[in-house]
């Protein structure tokens, strides 16, 4: 059984890492920690979020006893064809490192606007729905797609795009 420490407290992260490896044909024990990722609250570049993943990845293997450490970052990235919701997974197990990004779903403009204006996704996903913890639950993409492909589940993909590697170290040349 492998010990997994991701560096969230938030369960969709969670759940989604332990499907992830599960669905690798790995049993794991998963173990959370709160830490920051030391980027801003909404990302808006995948390099920004692929260093908050990497800076919660290593301070979640940091703990100590784990056989990897899971760091997990939604983003925003802007294009001339409109802003792009994504996110990237970062896995470390101290010697190598495997990282996986997600889909990209556009998202409205009005919702943009607000975002480049330096409002975060969750609240503002929180007011345009009339709910509260959007991103806790099926996260903006739920809504978007209707619940076909819920925060978690891209979460996960992304997580099953950095075990790529690690599923297939001859391909990757190691």
């Known amino acids: ?12 992260k969670l759940e989604a890492s332990a499907e992830a490896f599960g669905l690798a044909g790995k049993e794991v024990k998963i173990e959370e920690f709160d830490v920051r990722s030391g980027v801003s ?5 995948d390099q920004e979020a692929i260093e908050g ?3 919660r990845a290593n301070k979640a293997k940091s703990m100590g006893g784990f056989d990897f450490g899971v760091g997990l970052e939604g983003s925003v990235s802007d294009t001339k064809y409109g802003m792009f919701l994504t996110g990237w997974a ?29 409002e975060e996704l969750g609240p503002v996903m929180d007011e345009v729905t009339g709910r509260s913890g ?25 997580v099953i795009f950095a075990l790529a590697k690690y599923m297939h170290p001859e ?3 190691f």
Do not use: C
């Open 1 to 12: 059984m492998l010990k997994i420490s991701v560096g969230s407290t938030n369960p969709v």
């Open 41 to 45: 609250d909404q990302p808006t570049s």
């Open 53 to 55: 993943a990497i800076k």
């Open 90 to 118: 970062f896995l470390t197990d101290g010697i190598e490192n495997y990282l996986g990004g997600g889909g990209r779903l556009q998202l409205p403009e009005h919702i943009s606007k607000r975002i480049r204006d330096g």
């Open 134 to 158: 959007v991103k806790e639950e099926e996260g903006a993409i739920g809504v978007f797609t209707n619940g076909i492909i819920t925060r978690k589940e891209a979460y996960r993909n992304a």
């Open 171 to 173: 391909l990757y040349g």
